[in-house]
Structures are given as structure tokens and as C-alpha cells.
């Protein structure tokens, strides 16, 4: 219970709160099921105060600092809760309900027992906080900072993180069908196992992240960064990755069928037995990659750059290789059968045991 001649300095109002606490510096200050409801106490002092089950409905607090401080149960509904501190605090079972958040501080924060939705927080700080299995879908994030957040298994279903940051968050197993990541920064992301369907991640900052199995059907990726992403098993079944950066990225087993890799860079990436079936890969660079049994049946690779690439039983069944870059390539025991090779730079490439039959244009 709440030492009532504490509760009176409070409600003194949050400068005399504030000099109070620096006067006398107590070690344990306990304001337990206190009413503070519709006080001012914009700017107080209130981090490591035991608050469990205290009432500030209505109450001003905002840029307040709480942060450490145990807020089991409080209420803050209809407060004005702008700019403040919660970095640190416990905030089991708190409601929020129709109050301000804008630009709150939730680092490190446990907010798994809370309901966000329909929350405004505005560009917040929810760095490290701890997200997991929570519901935000349908939600807007513009800007919020969710650096080191933990949103493994979360529901993120058609929320906004348009600019947001997520850089070395755990997004594993979350539901991002039809998100907005436009511009985001996700580098070091862990989203191995999301599921990512429809989702918008065009210019991106995804440097590093990790997709493994992740679902990206239909995704649009368009101008994003990818550099030596981890997209190992990902099902990337007709997403759209127009001038994406995929250098030194690991693509093994991923599934691209008809996805359109347009002016994408994919040098030096590791891609053994990855599905390009169908796909569209007019200009793309392919410089040095590692295509060991890779699948581009009836792929459209116009003027595609395979330059030192090493092709080892890789199958181009049927596939237009009008005007590619084959020099230098190892094809060893590749598949080349119907393939349009009209115009084909092929100088310095190895066709040992590849099969040929019915290829076009080509000349040795």
C-alpha cells in the first residue's frame, strides 16, 4: 500500500516531487494503488517507484520518466503520456487504453501482455522490447525504432513499418503477409520462417538479414539491399526483385519461379540448386555466382551477365540466352537443350558433356 506522506509530495505537483526525491533520496519510494488521476506531473521523477495497481487516469505526465519502475496493473487510461520514459519498467497487464504514446521511450520493455492496437506511439523507441507472439495487425509504425526487438511468432499482418528500424530484430516465424517494410532498415533481421507473402519490401536496407525458409510469394523487393542476406529455402514464387542487390547473398535451394530478377545484382552468390523456372532475368548479373544444378527452364535471361560463373549441371531447358554473358562460365554437364543462345558470348566457357541438343544460335 502507497506511504501516504509520499502520495501528498506527489501531489504537489512534479517540481516539488522532482526536488524532493533529489533532497532526500530516499531508497525505496512505494506508491502502491495510489490515485494520481488527473494530476500535472508533466516531467516527473518517477522511475524505480513501485506504482503496481496505482490509477493515473487523465493524469499529465507527459516526457515523465518511469522508467524501472513497476507498473503492474496501473492505469493509464486517457492520459497524456507524450515523450515519456518507460525504458526498463515492468509493465505487466497495463492499460493504455485511449492514452497518448507518442514518442514514448519502451526500451527493453516486456510488452507481451499488452494490447497495442489502436495505440498511436508516434516515432517511439521500442528498441529490445520484448514483442513476442503479439498481435499488432493492421497497425502503423512509420519511423518507430524496433532495433534488437523481439517480434518472434508475432502477427504483423498488413502493419506499417514503412522507415522504421529493425535492424538485428527477431522477426522468426512472424506473420508479415501484406506488410509494409518500404525503406525499412532490417539489416541483420533475423525473419527465418516468416511468412512475408505480398509483402512490399522495395529499397529496403536488408544488408545481412536472415530469410531462411522464409514465404515471399509475391513479395515486391524491388531496389532493395540484400548483400549477404541468408535466403537459403526461401519461397520466393513470383516476387519481384528489380534491381535488388543480392551480391555474396546465399540462395541455396531458394524457389524463384517466375520471379522477375530484372537488373538485379547477383554476383558471387551462393545459389546451389536454387528454381529460377520460368523466371525473368533480362540484364541481370550473375558475375562469379555459384549455380551448381540450378533450374532456369524456360527462364527469360536476355543479356543476362553469367561471366565466371560456375553453371555445373545447370538446366537451361528451354531458356532465352539471346545476347547473354557466358565467358568464361563453367557448363560443365549443363542442360542447354532448346535454349536460345542467339548472339551468346560463350568465349573461354566449359561445355564438357553438356547437352546442347536443339539449342539455338549457338556457335562454337
Known amino acids: 500500500m502507497a506511504d501516504l506522506k509520499i ?6 505537483g512534479a517540481e516539488r516531487w ?14 502502491q494503488k495510489a490515485d494520481l488521476s488527473g494530476l500535472k506531473l508533466v516531467g516527473a521523477n518517477l522511475s524505480q517507484v513501485n506504482l503496481t495497481k496505482a490509477n493515473f487516469s487523465k493524469t499529465d505526465l507527459t516526457h515523465a520518466d518511469l522508467s524501472g ?14 515523450g515519456a520514459n ?47 507472439g503479439v498481435n499488432l495487425s493492421g497497425e502503423s509504425f512509420k519511423g518507430t525504432n524496433f532495433s534488437g526487438a523481439n517480434l518472434s511468432g508475432a502477427n504483423l499482418q498488413n502493419t506499417d513499418f514503412s522507415g522504421a528500424n529493425l535492424s538485428n530484430a527477431n522477426l522468426s516465424r512472424a506473420t508479415l503477409n501484406r506488410a509494409k517494410l518500404r525503406g525499412t532498415l532490417l539489416t541483420r ?20 538479414a536472415n530469410f531462411s525458409e522464409a514465404i515471399l510469394n509475391n513479395a515486391i523487393l524491388n531496389n532493395a539491399n540484400l548483400g549477404g542476406a541468408i535466403l537459403s529455402g526461401a519461397q520466393l514464387v513470383g516476387a ?7 551480391n555474396d547473398a546465399s540462395m541455396s535451394l531458394a524457389n524463384l519461379t517466375k520471379a522477375n530478377l530484372s537488373e538485379a545484382d547477383l554476383s558471387q552468390a551462393y545459389m546451389y ?3 529460377l523456372s520460368q523466371s525473368t532475368c533480362i540484364e541481370t548479373k550473375f558475375r562469379h555466382a555459384e ?74
Not at 516468416?194 to 536488408?206: K, P, Q
Open 7 to 12: 502520495v501528498r509530495h506527489i501531489k504537489d
Open 18 to 31: 522532482n526536488a524532493w526525491r533529489e533532497k532526500t533520496q530516499p531508497e525505496v519510494i512505494d506508491l
Open 69 to 82: 519502475a513497476n507498473l503492474s496493473e496501473v492505469a493509464f487510461v486517457n492520459s497524456n503520456l507524450k
Open 86 to 132: 518507460f525504458s526498463g519498467a515492468i509493465l505487466y497487464q497495463v492499460n493504455f487504453g485511449q492514452a497518448n504514446l507518442q514518442d514514448v521511450n519502451l526500451t527493453g520493455t516486456d510488452l507481451r501482455s499488452l494490447d497495442l492496437r489502436g495505440i498511436n506511439l508516434g516515432i517511439a523507441n521500442l528498441s529490445g522490447a520484448d514483442l513476442r
Open 189 to 208: 533481421a533475423n525473419l527465418c520462417g516468416a511468412s512475408l507473402d505480398f509483402a512490399d519490401i522495395s529499397t529496403a536496407g536488408c544488408l545481412m
Open 240 to 246: 519481384s526483385l528489380c534491381n535488388t542487390f543480392l
Open 273 to 275: 540448386k536454387a528454381i
Open 291 to 364: 549455380m551448381q544444378e540450378v533450374d532456369l527452364s524456360r527462364a527469360i535471361l536476355k543479356q543476362a551477365n553469367f561471366a565466371i560463373a560456375n553453371l555445373q549441371k545447370a538446366y537451361f531447358g528451354g531458356a532465352d540466352l539471346s545476347g547473354a554473358i557466358l565467358m568464361g562460365a563453367n557448363l560443365e554437364n549443363a542442360n542447354l537443350t532448346n535454349a536460345n543462345l542467339t548472339d551468346a558470348v560463350l568465349e573461354s566457357s566449359i561445355l564438357t558433356d553438356a547437352n546442347i541438343q536443339g539449342a539455338i544460335g549457338l556457335s562454337l
